[in-house]
C-alpha cells in the first residue's frame, strides 16, 4: 500500500521542515518538499500542517506477560503504546516465569509476534547464577541483559558482588540496570516503621525510604564497575540530581559506554505530588524533590541524560488502594508520554527536535536499532502525527491501558496524538485502532 501524507511539520535530526512523505508498503520511500501522486492508488492523507515525527522508541515498559494478565498484555499495553504514539518498546524480564533463560524470553518473542500493536523487543533478565545464559544472548536479536541492583516487583535482586564482577567483565552485550542500593532502603524503612508504626506510613514517604542516598550509592557503584570493567552499561530511571555528576555531558552519544535515562514521572510530577496523588505515582526509584526534577529537565539539554522513557508498569487500580507499603510500586505511562513530552516543550523546558532526539534518534543510536527511530528514505515506516493545538483532558473514560486509571488523570494537554503508523500501516487513528496488530520483532546492528 503506498500512502501520501501530505503539507506536514516533519521533526527530524535537529530540525523542523515543511514537506510531504510517501510511504510505500512498510517502508518511507520518499521524503520531498511537495510529492505528486503518480496514480490514483497512492492514497492521500492531508497532515494540514500537524507534526510528522517518528514514533517513539520506548526503551523501558513492563506489560505483564505472562504470569500478571490481570494488570496487562502484551495486546493492552502495545495498543496503549501505539495510542500514544509509541511505535516500538523494549519490555523487562520482571514477569511470571521470569525471563531469565532465552527459551522463556523466546516465548514472549513468539506471544508478541501474534498480538503486538507495536514493534518489540525483551531484555534477558540477569541474575546471581545464569552467566553462561547471559553470554549467549544475541546483539542481533536480544536489546540487552537487564540487572536489578536493588528490588522492584519480581524481586530479582542481584546482590552477589562476585556474579556482578562476572556479568560486568564477561558477558559482551548492553548491560542495563535499575541501581538503588537494598540496604540503604531497608534499613530506612525499618527506621520509619518505628517511627510512625506501619499504618502511619504513606507514599510520601517513599522518597525518604528509597532516598537520593540508595540510589547514589548504587548508581555510582555501577557505573564504577562498568568504568573498571570496560561494559557498556545504561543505568533506567535516574530521578536524582546528585546522580548526573556520574555521567558525561560533553561526549557524543555514539561514542559513550556509560548512559543514562529519564523517565516521564520523573520528569513531571515531584514529592509535592504525593499528598493528592499517593499511591498513584509510587514508582521504584521514588519521584523525589522539585530540585531534582528542575535538574533531570536541564540534563535533558545538558547530555548528561540520554534518552527518555517510560517505565511504563501497570497495576490494577484496586492495587493501588492498598495501605501504601502493600500497594506496589509502578504505573501507566505509554500512553502520555510523547503529548507530556509536548508540554514540556510548550512550557519551553526543552525544543521539540531535542524531545525527538530522546525519544527516539537516541534510543535507536543506543541500542544500535536497525532501520528504525528516524525519517529516513529506506527506513521502515514507524510515524506518528501529533496535532500540538488540540487540548484534552485525561480521564478515566479515555485512559487505553488495561488496568483503566492514570497517574495523569485532570492533567489536560495541548497536544493529541491523530495517527499512528507502524510498518506503514495505520494502526491509531483518533481513537479507533486499526485492522489487524502490525508489530515487528526489532534487530538491532552493533559491534
Not at 128 to 151: H, Q, V, W, Y
Not at 392 to 418: D, H, M, Q, Y
Amino acid at each position: 500500500m503506498n500512502i501520501l501524507l501530505k503539507n506536514a511539520r516533519l521533526v527530524n535530526e535537529g530540525s523542523i521542515t515543511e514537506g510531504d512523505l510517501l510511504i510505500s508498503d512498510d517502508r518511507i520511500a520518499r521524503i520531498d518538499k511537495d510529492i505528486t501522486p503518480k496514480n490514483s492508488a497512492v492514497r492521500v492523507m492531508d497532515l494540514k500542517g500537524c507534526v510528522l515525527m517518528p514514533g517513539m522508541i520506548d526503551t523501558q515498559v513492563h506489560f505483564r506477560e505472562p504470569g500478571l494478565t490481570h494488570k496487562g498484555t502484551i495486546a493492552s499495553e502495545s495498543w496503549a503504546a501505539v495510542s500514544g504514539g509509541i511505535t516500538s518498546y523494549v519490555e523487562q524480564p520482571n514477569t511470571v516465569p521470569q525471563a531469565i533463560t532465552l527459551d522463556e524470553l523466546e516465548k514472549k518473542y513468539q506471544r508478541a509476534s501474534e498480538v503486538s500493536w507495536a514493534n518489540y523487543s525483551f531484555n534477558l533478565g540477569a541474575t546471581n547464577d545464569n552467566l553462561e545464559e547471559c553470554k549467549r544472548a544475541s546483539k542481533r536479536t536480544i536489546p540487552g541483559i537487564k540487572i536489578f541492583m536493588g528490588s522492584s516487583t519480581g524481586n530479582m535482586l542481584v546482590d552477589n558482588v562476585h556474579a556482578l564482577e562476572r556479568i560486568f567483565s564477561e558477558v559482551d552485550h548492553q548491560l542495563i540496570a535499575h541501581c538503588e542500593d537494598e540496604s540503604t532502603v531497608r534499613a530506612n524503612e525499618e527506621k520509619y516503621r518505628a517511627s510512625y508504626g506501619e499504618s502511619g506510613l504513606t507514599a510520601a514517604f517513599h522518597p525518604l525510604i528509597r532516598s537520593e542516598e540508595a540510589c547514589y550509592l548504587s548508581s555510582s557503584a555501577a557505573v564504577a564497575l562498568a568504568k573498571r570493567t570496560g561494559a557498556k552499561f545504561h543505568v533506567y530511571h535516574i530521578s536524582t540530581a546528585k546522580e548526573l555528576e556520574l555521567f558525561d555531558s560533553k561526549t557524543p552519544l555514539a561514542q559513550k559506554r556509560i548512559t543514562a535515562e529519564a523517565c516521564v514521572h520523573h520528569l513531571w510530577f515531584s514529592d509535592e505530588d504525593y499528598a493528592k496523588k499517593q499511591n498513584l505515582i509510587k514508582w521504584n526509584p521514588a519521584i523525589k524533590t522539585a530540585d531534582d526534577r528542575a535538574a533531570l529537565r536541564a540534563a535533558l539539554l545538558t547530555g548528561a541524560i540520554d534518552v527518555m522513557a517510560t517505565d511504563h508498569a501497570p497495576h490494577t487500580w484496586e492495587e493501588k488502594q492498598r495501605p501504601y507499603l502493600q500497594a506496589p510500586s509502578g504505573g501507566p505511562l505509554v500512553q502520555h508520554a510523547v503529548v507530556a513530552a509536548f508540554e514540556l516543550v510548550r512550557k519551553e523546558i526543552l525544543s521539540l527536535p531535542r524531545a525527538i532526539e530522546l525519544m527516539c534518534h537516541h534510543p535507536a543510536l543506543l541500542f544500535g536499532v536497525e532501520d528504525r527511530g528516524f525519517l529516513r528514505e529506506g527506513f521502515f515506516a514507524d510515524l506518528v502525527v501529533v496535532d500540538p493545538s488540540k487540548p484534552w483532558t485525561v480521564t478515566k473514560e479515555n485512559v487505553t491501558s488495561l488496568c483503566g486509571w492514570s497517574p495523569f488523570e485532570g492533567s489536560t494537554f495541548s497536544a493529541r496524538i491523530e495517527h499512528t503508523f507502524v510498518n506503514g500501516q495505520k494502526v491509531y487513528s483518533s481513537g479507533v485502532n486499526g485492522a489487524t496488530p502490525a508489530g515487528q520483532r526489532m534487530l538491532f546492528r552493533r559491534d
